[in-house]
């Protein structure tokens, strides 16, 4: 079931390609790149992957052999044209009586050209089984490419999140950085007054250059998740920085209650691409095995030729054939005994890889929600203490400048604030992974759900 994304496959890259040329355009007529969205993103990375294209072209392939096997056993026409040169003369021509009026012509040289007609009109189901398997082969194939397709929307997203997520990292260590900055400034003033010790401005130093640290560590970091935007998508690092990604919606929900979490469950096991693929390698090994079997009944095929026969002088005769042919193995030492081990081996292993994957699906749901359910108490939490510590440090600050205060207590609270909005930003994105891990374990992760992120609050 081809989601890629809400067309065939084929249409979507070329749309996407579309996509990116029309970008691109519209960059060189306003010499800046244009805002980036994260449906465009994923659009861009789906066109240009190269794990897409190449299983686009394996399941091209399996296509193309299931149309073979459709067409396997239908009249098969075959022409075949010989020359040959004998040391002693023979006939030309068949022998059809002994009388002298049909004494065959002989010659050194026999020229033949053979028409042949031969068409299948009873296997045992052979072409029937043959068609299921490569059909549910081209299927398996299509439910690989949403897969990696799937994988591709979460990479696409994860990258674009932590875009973002650096941004705000960075906005936290800088607030913190200009914050020290303004306490170094006060503290001068002061030292210059001979109001404040020398020790101050140590702290007041050190504090600003663990702060200038921190603000170069998250700059490196967010230009580093940029660069990893701009190569999923195939743009220039330009068009990925955070300045022109349009925002994403973090909404928490509530606990799943038990129903729903069984829901959920069974949304994966229905909608998920890698447990779809297992079903169709069990139709397929299925059919397999009936193929198999087919070799232990009779085959009936019509047969028919048409002759041309002559000797070296082009000097041809006319023959023509035609009959049945009934085929039954009898004896073959074991082999299709143990082929058919080998089908009944296989059809249990794919048997086993679906119920495999049945349980990875309702695994995948468990693990998404429970960390969803995690990070959105964290980022509750931690939100709640972040906005009381905005409080904490304006208090110390206003507590440092009537000399009520310590300067520790307010370089403390700056720090701590930094690190709580640092973890409010790491849970929150942690929280919207976990929610994409869920659509994806459901089958969910469609274009449609992708726009909500950006529209919800």
């Known amino acids: 079931m081809n989601r890629l994304p809400g067309l065939p496959l084929r249409p979507a890259l070329l749309f996407g390609l579309f996509l990116a040329l029309s970008l691109g355009g519209a960059a060189g007529a306003r010499g800046e790149p244009p805002p980036l969205t ?72 026999l020229v033949q050209g053979t028409l042949s007609v031969r068409t299948t009109l009873w296997d045992a189901g052979a072409r029937r089984a043959r068609i299921r398997q490569s059909e549910a082969e081209a299927a398996a194939a299509g439910e690989a490419l949403d897969t990696l397709a799937d994988g591709v929307r979460a990479g696409v997203v994860s990258a674009y999140a932590s875009v973002l997520a650096r941004r705000d990292l960075l906005a936290a260590a800088t607030g913190r950085r200009d914050a ?22 140590l702290r007041a130093e050190a504090a600003l250059a663990a702060a200038e640290a921190e603000t170069s560590r998250a700059a490196t970091a967010l230009d580093s998740a940029e660069r990893d935007l701009a190569r999923l998508t195939a743009l220039d690092v330009t068009a990925c920085r955070a300045a022109r990604l349009a925002p ?47 070799a232990l009944y009779p085959t009936l095929e019509a047969v028919g030729a048409l002759q041309e026969l002559g000797d070296g002088r082009l000097s041809f005769a006319t023959e023509w054939q035609a009959g049945l042919q009934l085929s039954l193995l009898l004896f073959d030492s074991g082999a299709t005994g143990r082929r058919l081990a080998r089908a009944d081996a296989l059809l249990a292993a794919a048997r086993a890889r679906l119920a495999e994957a049945e349980l990875a699906a309702r695994e995948a749901v468990d693990r998404a929600l429970a960390a969803r359910a995690d990070a959105l108490a964290r980022a509750d939490a931690l939100g709640r203490a972040a906005a009381r510590l905005v409080e904490v440090a304006r208090v110390e600050q206003l507590l440092l400048e009537v000399g009520a205060g310590t300067q520790v207590d307010y370089l403390a609270a700056e720090a701590e604030l930094a690190a709580t909005r640092a973890a409010v930003v790491e849970a929150r994105t942690l929280a919207l992974l976990a929610e994409v891990e869920l659509a994806r374990a459901t089958g969910a992760l469609t274009p449609a759900w992708i726009a909500h992120l950006e529209t919800r609050p």
């Open 38 to 109: 994260l449906s465009a993103a994923v659009e861009r990375a789906l066109a240009a992957h190269p794990s897409l294209h190449a299983a686009l072209a394996e399941q091209e392939a399996f296509r193309a052999a299931a149309g073979e096997a459709r067409i396997t056993g239908r009249p098969v026409a075959r022409l075949l044209a010989t020359g040959t040169r004998y040391g002693d003369p023979l006939p030309v021509t068949p022998i059809h009586g002994f009388s002298p009026g049909h004494l065959p012509a002989f010659d050194e040289t």
């Open 180 to 201: 020290v900055a303004a306490e170094l400034a006060r503290v001068g003033e002061l030292l210059a007054a001979g109001r404040a010790p020398e020790v101050e401005r």
């Open 248 to 294: 994403l919606g973090f909404g928490g929900t509530a606990p799943v209650a038990e129903a729903e979490r069984l829901r959920l469950q069974d949304d994966a096991v229905a909608g998920s691409p890698a447990v779809a693929r297992a079903r169709e390698q069990v139709a397929a090994a299925e059919a397999a095995r009936a193929q198999v079997r087919t």
